[in-house]
């Protein structure tokens, strides 16, 4: 049986980035940000996507960057329209043009075990909730809140509280969520009091962005590492490659330290638009030379 250190299931999402500077066209979605990224970063993984087979075209994505994949058909591709209306890009309108069918039991592979099994959601209802308890049951599963909070209103997308939150958040191992999403849960503005909340509900590792910063809760302790973009042309992506990061940096490191790896990763990725493409020397590289330079 192959085993991956991250297993990442996620819809191929035919992006329109609008930006105060720009518009884009591209293919994205967390399978695509976490996946490219996490190859890059040396990370034995598989990807599995689904989309329209006449949207088959969408998967050199995965050829370009050499990420293993694999491909499960559905009646409707993922589009989604993000636009930016601030420079530091934290607020943004999203609207979702074609939505995949839910993922299944059935499209996991059966002879395939990982590490961490990273469930790469863009909206409400690609990853019912019967599908992520019944994962849990394979090992650690890593979500994002935006998968269970973002709601396709007919197009425009809105972030909702969750219903189920507390059975769900209690079953995964790794949570991620933004600083919005985790007051929308909460009721907690302070972002360090809403992670503690998140985190007593039973996820075992819990992680909020900012567009300052990272936050980490772990076992009740708390950790920390800002965001250094010099430029926010890459933003897309930004949550997708920081959790990933995280996740597949925290099976041989300590959780400060897999934080301080995911801000350093999101950061160079911020500063240029797609995927994370650098080389895991010169993040290491830049971690130790900024802990040196600290240490003085």
């Known amino acids: 049986m192959p085993h991956y250190d991250m297993l990442i299931l996620g819809a191929v999402s035919k992006d329109i980035i609008i930006t105060p500077e720009d518009t884009e066209y591209s293919v994205g979605g967390a399978v695509v940000y976490a996946s490219v990224a996490l ?83 863009l909206m409400k209802g690609e990853f019912p909730e019967d599908f992520v308890l019944a994962m849990t049951k394979r090992g650690k599963v890593a979500i994002d809140a935006q998968a269970f909070m973002r709601v396709n209103e007919n197009g425009p997308m809105v972030f909702r509280d969750w219903d189920n939150k507390r059975e769900v958040i209690a079953a995964v191992h790794y949570l991620k969520t933004d600083a919005a999403e985790a007051e929308t849960l ?28 990272v936050l980490v809760c772990v076992e009740d302790d708390i950790h920390a590492a800002p965001f250094t973009a010099q430029n926010l042309s890459g933003r897309t992506g930004r949550g997708d490659t920081c959790f990933a990061s995280y996740c597949y940096w925290r099976q041989n490191h300590t959780p400060a330290e897999a934080c301080r790896f995911a801000a350093e990763v999101t950061s160079r990725k911020m500063e240029h638009p797609g995927p994370f493409t650098g080389k895991i020397e010169d993040v290491v590289g830049a971690i130790q030379h900024s802990g040196n330079r600290n240490s003085r």
């Not at 890059?40 to 293993?68: I, M, S």
């Not at 909460?186 to 909020?208: F, N, P, S, Y």
């Open 186 to 213: 909460t009721g907690e503005q302070d972002r360090r009091k809403a992670i503690k909340i998140l985190a007593h509900w039973g996820a075992k590792e819990v992680i909020l962005t900012h567009h300052t910063e």
């Open 39 to 121: 190859k890059h970063l040396e990370a034995n993984l598989l990807a599995v996507t689904k989309l329209h087979p006449h949207d088959k075209q969408a998967l050199e994505v995965f050829k370009r960057y050499g990420v293993p994949h694999l491909f499960r058909e559905s009646p409707t591709t993922t589009s989604i329209r993000n636009t930016y209306h601030t420079a530091d890009r934290d607020r943004r309108t999203c609207e979702a043009l074609g939505m995949v069918a839910p993922f299944t039991l059935d499209d996991v592979p059966p002879d395939a075990a990982a590490d961490v099994y990273y469930l790469g959601g």
